[in-house]
């Protein structure tokens, strides 16, 4: 492999490697006042909250309880 090639595939990989690591973090300011993370949880809730409003009965139905962690027995 030619020196040119093997800087080539050097930057290439450093490149890469910056742009993998780009975005928001998660405690990052987002939209209104709140985090990145908070914003996201927000979302999560409000998607939620709207797939109970499609479907009553199932808000009224208990959910099955998830099994105790170790740490909790």
Do not use: H, I
């Not at 990052?28 to 009965?57: F, K, S, W, Y």
Request: with cysteine; net charge negative.
């Amino acid at each position: 492999m030619s020196k040119t090639r093997a800087v080539s595939a050097l930057a290439l990989a450093a490149l890469s490697f910056a742009l993998s690591s780009c975005g928001p973090a998660e405690n990052d300011p987002g939209p209104g006042g709140v985090t990145v993370g908070e914003a996201r949880a927000l979302d999560e809730a409000a998607e939620m909250l709207d797939e109970r409003q499609a479907n009553p009965d199932a808000a009224t139905q208990p959910q099955a309880e998830a099994p105790a962690a170790a740490s909790d027995r």
